[in-house]
């Protein structure tokens, strides 16, 4: 690299600033994950609901009707679950953004040094760490549901075959 071009990645020497940046970065992912896994949740709900239509048609007496309620029990039981989890988890992220101002106003150069905003800081980055571990458990769970929607979607092929 020749000694007039700037470094690729400009690097700030406040560790608050850096720490922020990568407070945002984890907030905005959240973000996404929290659409994708609502659609998906919206998805399973509507399986569920064909699973508990396909259980009544099969009957409570055949072991396809029994397996589709017991299926369709299950991922109610764990929807409910990962709507619990979004519930806490939003709770935290709407925290983070009513301390977003505070905390870019002290970030743009120029600003006060006091230490009031520091204190935001780390604070909303130990909420955002929460939220990595609050993450994890939701990804376990997704993929908890993710065996059931598989399960369904077996069901609910066996009892479309069935119906022609």
Known sequence: MSTNQ???VSQSADPDRQEWVAAMAKHAKYEAFRHRMHNFVTNME?????????????G??????????ALSQQMLEKTDRIKKGFTK???????????KPLIEAHLEPGASSDD????????ASDLLNGFARGIDVMDRMW?????????????LNMARNQGR
């Open 143 to 155: 993929d908890s549901l993710m065996a059931c929607s598989r399960r369904a979607q077996m069901y």
């Open 116 to 123: 009031e905003p520091s204190a935001q800081i780390r604070v």
């Open 6 to 8: 700037a470094p690729a």
């Open 46 to 58: 509507t399986m569920r609901e064909s699973l508990q239509i396909n259980s009544r048609i099969a």
């Open 89 to 99: 988890l939003d709770g935290l992220y709407a925290d983070i953004g009513r301390r």
């Open 60 to 69: 409570s007496d055949t072991d396809a009707g029994r397996g589709m309620a």
